[in-house]
């Protein structure tokens, strides 16, 4: 069994005892226990030493840790209560926020409750006015739909009477009607073996009779104006303030006529200033289908086969249902007597507007037709009016100043009874860039106008005709077209 000594060293322990020889006692201690673990080593004693070193300190050196040790707590006490200083201050001020915050809180919610009273005072009051406006709304809405009912009820009697009298009517317009085309053909079947007849009888008298001699005269007359005539056959616009006849024309197979003079206004038409020179081979050309004038002087327009025709202007009516007031056009100026109202595409007729040359009256039957860019405001009336006695009419209004129209109107004149007739001097007025053309074969033009151009029966005038140059406008210019 080993043996174990365990040896412990307490060096350094005699300088508490005081002193240089102390230690040196102490040193020579250390020395024989040394010698003696040597010699129970080699006796086979296993021996573990442990050393423990002790610090000492001298006196003065101990006096001097106990006085820096007052020091830093005296130290500590002054920084702990330098600190508890500063969180009482902390503290105060937190006290004194929170009692001025306290204060105003309770001033705001003083005041908020006094809003709050304001509104609510206010809110009963508005809410006592609304119940009294729902109840006169209600009282009028109920008063108003028992009045719509009763002129819903009116209405409908009204519309009811209008359509019994309207199919009475129309029957009645029917029947007679028919009995008069029934009429109109016996009467253009008798017409012409009368014309037939009348025309061998005008070529006869043209060789045999004093009158007949005279006749043939005028036609030599006119015949030799006819070979002489320089017309305008270009397609050029013409300059403004400028009137150029175009050439010789043949209507109808062979009626030969040509345009003399100059137009600088519609008096001339009849003041001696221009003429019209024509003549028929076949003796065509009476004084019973020569037109010498269209005029309205009066009258309402006749309805053709259930037609509508309303009097006033139906097109500034329909302008006027999207809240404007102004006019769109004026057709009280002109000595104006009658302002109608047509729907487009539907026939009707003129009375008595139509003047022969013998002096016979007969009425004109007329359809007006839109076509091209539909215009805002109208919808599909045509308002027509006899201002100078003409044949005005308004097919609506664009309602883009900005921008030009492309809208188109499509105009078919008959005579009453519906046969041929040579019609002159039928003037049309072109401006901002319109156009017209002739549908009928037997159409032809005669004459133009500053800023007017004319291919074949195809006329148009120039985009600023009527807006920067043309009648009453900064330039005089004519804007006229002669047609036959």
């Known amino acids: ?57 001298t006196h003065d050196e101990y006096i001097k840790k106990i006085a820096d040790e007052q020091v830093r707590r005296n130290q500590e006490s002054s920084r702990i209560l330098d600190t508890k200083g500063v969180y009482e201050q902390k503290v105060r001020t937190q006290e004194k926020a929170k009692a001025s915050y306290e204060k ?30 729902e109840a006169k709304n209600n009282k009028r809405k109920a008063e108003y739909e028992k009045e719509s009912a009763r002129v819903k009820a009116l209405n409908e009697a009204a519309k009811s009477k209008y359509e019994t009298e309207k199919a009475e009517a129309d029957a009645t317009y029917n029947s007679k009607l028919k009995a008069y ?11 012409a073996e009368y014309d037939e007849k009348l025309a061998e009888f005008n070529k006869n008298q043209s060789t045999n009779s004093e009158d007949g001699k005279k006749y043939q005269e005028k036609v030599n007359a006119i015949k030799d104006i006819i070979a002489k005539h320089q017309g305008y056959d270009g397609t050029d ?15 109808a197979n062979d009626i030969k006529v040509v345009s003399e003079g100059t137009i600088a206004n519609k008096e001339d038409l009849s003041n001696g200033k221009y ?24 009258g309402k327009p006749v309805p053709y086969n259930g037609s509508t025709i309303v009097k006033g202007n139906m097109v500034q009516k329909d302008y006027e249902r999207y809240g404007f007031r102004n006019k769109i056009y004026d057709v009280t100026t002109g000595g104006t007597t009658e302002v109608w109202s047509v729907k487009s595409g539907e026939w009707f007729m003129i009375p008595n ?19 091209g860019t539909k215009l805002r405001y109208g919808a599909d009336w045509f308002t027509i009016w006899n201002s100078n006695g003409a ?37 049309i007025d072109l401006d901002g860039g ?15 106008g500053g800023g007017v151009s004319v291919n074949g029966d195809a006329a148009k005038s120039n985009l600023e005709l009527g807006y920067g140059f043309g009648k009453n406008k900064g330039k005089k210019g004519n804007n006229l077209l002669q047609n036959i």
């Open 237 to 251: 616009e013409v300059p403004t303030d400028n009137w150029k006849n175009r050439g010789a024309v043949t209507i």
């Open 104 to 133: 105003a809180l309770a001033s705001i919610k003083k005041t908020n409750e006094k809003i709050k009273g304001e509104n609510e005072v206010l809110i009963q009051e508005y809410n006592k006015e609304v119940a009294k406006v």
């Open 434 to 448: 319109q156009h017209t053309t002739f549908n009928s074969p037997d159409m032809k033009i005669v004459g133009q």
């Open 391 to 427: 044949l005005n009419y308004l097919d609506g209004a664009h309602g883009d100043i900005d921008k030009r129209p492309q809208d188109k109107v499509t105009v078919d004149y008959r005579v009453e009874d519906e046969k041929e007739y040579f019609w002159a001097a039928a003037m």
């Open 275 to 298: 003429t019209i020179h024509a003549y028929s081979e076949s003796g065509k050309l009476t004084d019973a289908n020569v037109v010498t004038d269209i005029r309205w002087e009066s």
């Open 353 to 371: 507007a139509v003047t022969l040359k013998n002096g016979e009256k007969k009425g004109l039957w007329v359809r007006l037709t839109k076509g």
């Open 1 to 57: 069994m080993s043996k174990k000594i365990i040896v412990t060293s307490l060096a350094g322990f005699s300088a508490l005892a005081g002193g240089a020889s102390v230690t040196a006692q102490a040193e020579t201690k250390t020395d024989k226990l040394d010698k003696s673990i040597e010699t129970l080593k080699k006796a086979g004693i296993d021996v573990k030493t442990e050393e423990h070193k002790i610090k000492v300190s």
């Open 181 to 191: 085309e029934n009429n109109l053909k016996f009467y253009n079947e008798k017409k």
